[in-house]
């Protein structure tokens, strides 16, 4: 298994440039810098607000439990 290290990224909402959301992500350590695209949800505003990650995010593991189980 590889090394990974949890990173907290800080975006800010593009509703409101003083929305700002963190979210927390596992990634790889070392890992080679690819574009993955992540979704925070900003409760001022009621929706997704999208944006870049740029290293390898290691799958959550309980969330890919509960779609397997659930056939999703």
């Known amino acids: 298994m590889k090394e990974t290290k949890t990173v907290i990224y800080r975006v800010t909402c ?6 700002v959301i963190e979210k927390s992500f596992e990634v790889e350590v ?26 390898k995010v290691v799958p959550d593991a ?8 659930h056939n999703l």
């Not at 309980?62 to 189980?69: A, M, N, P, Q």
């Open 62 to 69: 309980e969330i890919l439990k509960i779609l397997r189980k």
């Open 30 to 55: 070392g890992s080679e810098p690819v574009k993955n695209e992540g979704e925070v949800y900003c409760p001022d505003c009621n929706e997704f607000v999208s944006f870049e990650i740029d290293k």
């Open 14 to 19: 593009p509703n409101d440039p003083e929305h």
